[in-house]
């Protein structure tokens, strides 16, 4: 595996969105992603808003492989690519306000763009839950393969491979 791509990189532009690093002006969008039920159905529940006030710090997500999604400077959704045993793994959340407008694969098609320049010889998986469809639909429209499904956190789970 090659070593990590300098980071941050520019930011990336699509005809709407920016993924970028996070900034301070981030923050109350997080709190709102990790505290909304929808967000948290599919990915372990979400968690209480005065328990992420205290632990979210004033600018979250600061790490390699992080984007903030950003429409009209706003943020919407995050991206990461997470160091796991076999690769790296694609993670994507959005806000609900975000959901079904093409968004969340017009920002994966990007990021992914990037990720084959920045570490063309690391492979790259994904999971997330069966019941969550659209992931699970937007991944093969993205050309993840679908592969092995697993129990875990109490709900099947399907392991993807691009």
Same mark, same amino acid.
């Given at each position: 595996?090659?070593?990590?791509?300098?980071?941050?990189?520019?930011?990336?532009?699509?005809?709407?969105?920016?993924?970028?690093?996070?900034?301070?002006?981030?923050?109350?969008?997080?709190?709102?992603?990790?505290?909304?039920?929808?967000?948290?159905?599919?990915?372990?529940? +979400?968690?209480?808003?005065?328990?992420?006030?205290? !632990?979210? %710090? /004033? &600018? @979250?997500?600061?790490?390699?492989?992080?984007?903030?999604?950003?429409?009209?400077?706003?943020?919407?959704?995050?991206?990461?690519?997470?160091?796991?045993?076999?690769?790296?793994?694609?993670?994507?959340?959005?806000?609900?306000?975000?959901?079904?407008?093409?968004?969340?694969?017009?920002?994966? +098609?990007?990021?992914?763009?990037?990720?084959?320049? !920045?570490? %063309? /010889? &690391? @492979?790259?998986?994904?999971?997330?839950?069966?019941?969550?469809?659209?992931?699970?639909?937007?991944?093969?429209?993205?050309?993840?393969?679908?592969?092995?499904?697993?129990?875990?956190?109490?709900?099947?789970?399907?392991?993807?491979?691009?």
């Amino acid at each position: 595996m090659t070593g990590p791509a300098a980071w941050p990189p520019a930011p990336i532009t699509t005809g709407r969105l920016v993924l970028r690093e996070s900034e301070a002006r981030d923050r109350e969008a997080f709190l709102d992603l990790f505290s909304s039920p929808e967000v948290g159905k599919y990915v372990g529940g +979400a968690k209480p808003r005065y328990e992420l006030e205290r !632990a979210v %710090p /004033d &600018v @979250p997500g600061r790490r390699h492989g992080f984007f903030v999604v950003a429409l009209d400077g706003a943020m919407i959704g995050m991206i990461t690519f997470d160091t796991t045993d076999d690769g790296r793994e694609l993670g994507f959340l959005f806000l609900p306000s975000a959901w079904g407008l093409g968004y969340a694969f017009e920002a994966c +098609a990007a990021a992914l763009d990037w990720y084959a320049a !920045a570490h %063309p /010889d &690391v @492979p790259l998986t994904s999971d997330t839950q069966v019941a969550n469809t659209a992931s699970m639909r937007l991944l093969a429209k993205l050309g993840f393969t679908e592969g092995a499904r697993y129990e875990a956190y109490g709900a099947e789970q399907c392991h993807w491979r691009q």
